[in-house]
């Protein structure tokens, strides 16, 4: 496996919880209920929890959650896919403008993403994936806020790797490869309780990386630990 980062990329390293420098101290009652809502998610889908437990799980009553979410539990859990997804695009934003070669950004992400899951016993996987799985045509607003937050990371993944010298065309089809393997990747590992399956999917995904950038953006970071 390629080296891991020293310093870590911050790029869903756990993408469950919102950054906590957006959390406003007078509104956590909100964050609390998008974060229970997002681990729930993460772990056990939009279907695997009730909304009664999801209250207790927040110390929230039916009412606090009606008021700062008239659609019930479709609108949180909508809230809790576009804070995953801002933490997520708020990262690698940063990422592009510092000008980070993306193939340790990438390797870090990935690596974080296999110990995460394994950490969590395999239970914590992406909780994206999880509800895209199981989501049906009726759940047209889940769905969209689904496809914003994807097309969301492609489009900067695809921005960070033409920062490195790709086309446009090639980097945009190269990013949609690699969120297509981090999350192929993920739902293996987390049903065969192993992390080989990303750890395979890492190393053929960064080594066909390495031949898509130019020379001077595919060689390691220095900053890099051996």
């Known amino acids: ?83 995953t997804a801002a933490h997520i695009h708020r990262s690698l934003d940063r990422l592009t403008e510092e000008q980070a070669p993306p193939l340790p950004v990438l390797a870090g992400w990935l690596q974080m993403a296999q110990a995460q899951l394994e950490r969590s016993d395999y239970e914590r996987g992406c909780p994206l994936a999880t509800v895209a799985l199981e989501s049906t045509a009726a759940d047209v607003a889940l769905r969209d806020a689904l496809a914003r937050a994807f097309d969301g990371i492609r489009t900067r993944l695809a921005r960070l790797l033409q920062r490195a010298g790709v086309s446009e065309g090639r980097a945009i089809g190269l990013a949609a490869l690699v969120v297509s393997s981090y999350e192929g990747a993920l739902i293996q590992a987390r049903v065969a309780r192993s992390g080989a399956p990303m750890a395979a999917a890492a190393e053929t995904l960064l080594a066909l990386l390495k031949h898509e950038l130019p020379a001077a953006a595919a060689r390691p970071d220095p900053k890099a630990t051996p």
């Open 1 to 83: 496996m390629p080296a891991r980062p020293a310093r870590p990329t911050g790029v869903a390293a756990d993408a469950s919880v919102t950054d906590p420098a957006t959390v406003n101290p007078a509104d956590d009652t909100r964050t609390r209920l998008v974060q229970t809502m997002s681990r729930a998610l993460q772990q056990r889908g939009y279907h695997g929890i009730g909304l009664a437990e999801l209250l207790a799980s927040a110390g929230a009553p039916k009412g606090v959650l009606y008021h700062h979410f008239p659609g019930g539990k479709q609108a949180l859990a909508v809230a809790a896919i576009d804070a």
